[in-house]
């Protein structure tokens, strides 16, 4: 069973658009909520975390939100770069194991 | 100030092999996690360690197994290669068990033939 769910394999925007990844949770009793970023022949790397706590955090260009009762995540960047260009994994932590727990990510591709 | 560091990069192993991979955790770092990440699918947890103890497991078959050393190092070994264990190996280091600021290796990509 997924207890992390990113629905859409890949994103496709125009360079200073938004993009906006989404990420569905099972079990509200995750601590926190993590996005990673990773490049081909790279490990991920952490760009932005939010706690259960809060609804919100920003970071630059980089927003991510948090809707508990929906159990939803989403990660906005604006304006989009074709640096960004990217596999984005969400990550959940908590509960009942302390451990990162992984979606299978989404492919943003960010067009000049 | 390095990162994790994993060796090697890459490996081709053939069916009933047995293979070891290696990982330096970043400094100051003393917990490590291993990640199974097959093609098209999210790193998937295998196992972490914290003083020298495997601490949690993830879905995986006793033909994985690790250690870690006094110097938080570690060390992922899997018996009896599948064609399905074919994935890319990302360890992991964090300051603790309880702390979600993990910082990944490049990985290893094991092919099995």
């Known amino acids: 069973d997924q207890q992390v769910k990113q629905n859409s394999p890949s994103l496709s925007v125009q360079e200073g658009r938004i993009s906006i990844l989404n990420c569905d949770y099972t079990n509200s009793m995750f601590d926190y909520f993590l996005w990673y970023k990773k490049y081909p022949a790279e490990g991920p790397t952490f760009l932005i975390s939010i706690s259960s706590i809060k609804d919100k955090n920003e970071d630059g260009r980089f927003t991510v939100f948090l809707n508990k009762s929906a159990k939803h995540l989403s990660l906005h960047i604006v304006p989009s770069q074709p640096g960004d260009s990217a596999v984005y994994f969400c990550?959940?932590?908590?509960?009942?194991?302390?451990?990162?727990?992984f979606g299978k990510g989404t492919l943003l591709t960010v067009n000049p | 100030d390095a990162g994790v560091t994993q060796s090697p990069t890459h490996l081709i192993k053939t069916r009933g092999q047995q293979v070891t991979l290696r990982c330096s955790p970043k400094?100051?770092?003393?917990?490590v996690s291993w990640y199974q990440q097959a093609l098209g699918q999210g790193p998937q947890f295998i196992f972490q360690?914290?003083?020298?103890?495997?601490?949690q497991r993830g879905n995986f078959p006793d033909r994985f197994s690790g250690h870690q050393f006094p110097n938080y190092s570690s060390e992922l070994n899997v018996n009896a290669l599948l064609l399905g264990d074919s994935a890319l190996y990302l360890c992991?280091?964090?300051?603790?068990?309880?702390?979600?600021?993990?910082?990944f290796g490049s990985g290893t990509r094991l092919t099995v033939v």
């Open positions: 990550a959940v932590f908590g509960g009942s194991n302390y451990k990162l727990t």
């Open positions: 360690y914290y003083e020298e103890e495997e601490r």
């Open positions: 992991a280091s964090s300051l603790a068990p309880g702390t979600y600021g993990y910082t």
């Open positions: 400094s100051g770092h003393d917990t």
